[in-house]
């Protein structure tokens, strides 16, 4: 089973007010008892914690800064210990509630974080920004508490199947029989001007190279790799001030920003090549976008079918949008010479 975006931006109430919130666990619920799943992958943000800078008081004060004090406020060990307790008890509520407990208990879980597990946008926002203090600790605490939750593990001490044990990134890989699973980092080393660094990218082509004898090897791509180019709109928004338009960071995101096309087409590449050379199916899961979609590659004989997730909590975007999404991606995309990619009816 796959699920992406257990979880809203604002006011997440964890269904004590919302009886739809958990509506698609309950649903997973009936049919693991019915045919037991043997793997539960998880495809980024498991937990929203976008609240954290609305429930975190060091954080709110923060907000009232003038641009340079916040750039250069410290991030004290109080500070730290409130962002970290926000995390931990989030973990605990949101994983402790009725219909998602038993679920977590009984299925093994393969688990990706994205930005949402941090906070909204991460890795898209300005470098300044970025690396000031308080971004960086508030950081620091997401990152030890996913390791926790969401890996069973410490941040600096992975275990096998992790790229790196240091984390560094947080990409695994491992192969059930002949099926392999394979999740690149596309948040640890972002920046505006990249997804991945150069050493994600040295470990994903070996990564690869290791389930060779796979028959069918799923690829976890937090951020859908085939999606409809919405390049034109980031650059119709791009001069607006940071933080003025609910979807600046979200368009930077996507495999198909200008600022990412590059990486984009490496990316594409590399999983045609091995399904060429390796004669093994190569499917994409993906989540993030809230709409269920189909998508292909293709070069030649060679396809790369990927399927995107609606979000097992997060509502649908308006039908307006979706009709957009609809109608825009009826028209097929040239991803490089000979390499075309189109979205698919469901």
């Known amino acids: 089973a796959y699920t992406a975006c257990n979880g809203y931006e604002e006011n997440d109430c964890f269904g004590a007010i919302d009886p739809e919130r958990n509506e698609r666990w309950r649903h997973l619920r009936k049919q693991h008892a019915r045919s037991p799943f043997n793997i539960l992958i998880q495809g980024g943000d498991q937990m929203y914690a976008d609240d954290v800078w609305r429930d975190v008081p060091q954080l709110v004060a923060w907000q009232g800064f003038s641009w340079r004090a916040r750039l250069n406020a410290r991030f004290s060990a109080a500070d730290r210990e409130a962002v970290a307790d926000y995390y931990f008890d989030r973990y605990c509520r949101l994983w402790g509630q009725p219909d998602l407990a038993p679920i977590l208990a009984s299925i093994p879980s393969l688990m990706?974080?994205?930005?949402?597990?941090?906070?909204?946008?991460?890795?898209?926002?300005?470098?300044?920004?970025?690396?000031?203090?308080?971004?960086?600790?508030?950081?620091?605490?997401?990152?030890?508490?996913?390791?926790?939750?969401?890996?069973?593990?410490?941040?600096?001490d992975l275990p096998a199947g992790f790229g790196d044990p240091r984390g560094s990134h947080f990409g695994w890989v491992y192969d059930l029989g002949d099926t392999g699973v394979i999740a690149p980092d596309l948040r640890s080393q972002r920046t505006r001007r990249q997804v991945?660094?150069?050493?994600?990218?040295?470990?994903?082509?070996?990564?690869?190279?290791?389930?060779?004898?796979?028959?069918?090897?799923?690829?976890?791509?937090?951020?859908?790799?085939?999606?409809?180019?919405?390049?034109?709109?980031?650059?119709?928004?791009?001069?607006?001030?940071?933080?003025?338009?609910?979807?600046?960071?979200?368009?930077?995101?996507?495999?198909?920003?200008?600022?990412?096309?590059?990486?984009?087409?490496?990316?594409?590449?590399?999983?045609?090549?091995?399904?060429?050379?390796?004669?093994?199916?190569?499917?994409?899961?993906?989540g993030e976008i809230h709409l269920g979609a189909l998508g292909v590659v293709e070069q030649s004989e060679t396809r790369i079918f990927q399927l995107t997730s609606s979000g097992i909590v997060h509502h649908p975007p308006p039908r307006f949008v979706a009709w957009l999404f609809d109608l825009l991606g009826r028209k097929s995309s040239i991803v490089m010479p000979g390499v075309r990619m189109r979205m698919l009816p469901l």
């Open 112 to 156: 990706m974080w994205d930005d949402h597990d941090i906070f909204d946008g991460w890795g898209s926002h300005a470098a300044a920004k970025q690396r000031c203090p308080v971004f960086q600790g508030v950081w620091s605490a997401a990152r030890e508490q996913f390791a926790l939750f969401q890996l069973a593990s410490r941040p600096n």
């Open 196 to 286: 991945m660094s150069e050493g994600g990218w040295h470990w994903l082509v070996a990564a690869l190279a290791r389930l060779g004898h796979c028959r069918h090897v799923l690829f976890v791509s937090t951020v859908p790799v085939l999606n409809i180019n919405l390049s034109l709109l980031e650059r119709i928004i791009a001069p607006l001030p940071e933080g003025r338009h609910f979807y600046q960071d979200d368009l930077r995101d996507q495999w198909r920003s200008h600022a990412h096309r590059r990486e984009w087409r490496r990316l594409v590449g590399h999983l045609l090549d091995f399904c060429r050379c390796n004669d093994t199916r190569v499917t994409i899961l993906s």
